[in-house]
């Protein structure tokens, strides 16, 4: 079987299921996710073609037949320069709670050849059966799903972990608030001292705090999340480049277009252009 024969931009699970498994937002290229983190659980697997991933400051080539495992507060981003066919599997990092450490920490990390090839196979599997929705499928789904927790907690757990992982993931919980209050005011005029000040940190701390512990500084990270939504919005069509800039954030066009170029290499419009002739 074929993933080309299964073609869907984003699949989103059934209400009932305990993950959510879809085929990767990037799959068409000339895409690039900077560096940031999230408390689920995440696993990319390449099918075809190759993503760029950054993992803690590691950079590595992800091909076809491939998978990486992304740990709960682990920092990293993804390039996609070319088209791609990757399904991504996330996991609530709650689903592990009676395995945590007594500093509520879980951490896993690949297993021998074959447990990895088991595990690429069960997600192919998972998403192959998923996608053709037919009856009964997702108990066959949940079963294949309850087989790779087991091999998680069983093969991949690791038990003697950095102790600088452990204080990174605690830095990046206490991130979290503040970038998800960023993530829902990125449209608004942000600052660092703004976010320092509703906080409760000092403007120097919290900086720190970014460039330490997140490996990005405040503005280049306000700077991503407007971009994505901008890119989203040039993508649906509607709308002049001008109102898109102002509606996530910009204080002009100009500014959106030198940021936009800056990081794909083209100005908004002819990426809109692009776009439409593709």
Known sequence: ?????YQHEVVVTDAGLPFKLFAFEGQDGNYIRDKH??????????????LEFVLNQKRSLLNGGEFVIVNSNEVHSISAPNPNKTVVLQIPQDVF??????????WF?????????RVFTLLQEMY?????NQEGSKFQVLSLYYELLHILVTKYRKFNVNEEILK??????????ITRYMKDHYYEPLSLEDMAKRFNYSTSYLSRMFQKHAGINFKDYLLGIRLE???????????????????????????FSNAFREKYGILPS??????ETN
């Open 128 to 132: 192959l059966i998923y996608t053709k």
């Open 168 to 177: 990174n993931s605690k830095q990046l919980k206490k991130l979290s608030s």
């Open 1 to 5: 079987m074929d993933l080309m024969d």
């Open 97 to 106: 709670a009676d395995y945590f450490t007594d500093d509520q920490f879980i």
């Open 270 to 275: 002819q990426y809109r252009k692009n776009k």
């Open 109 to 117: 990390s690949h297993g021998d050849r074959e447990t990895d090839h």
């Open 229 to 255: 939504h901008a890119v989203k919005e040039l993508e649906e069509g509607g709308g002049q480049i001008v109102d898109i800039a102002l509606g996530n954030g910009f204080p002009n066009s100009k500014a």
């Open 37 to 50: 983190w999230h408390r689920s659980i995440e696993i990319f697997a390449v099918w075809e073609g190759s």
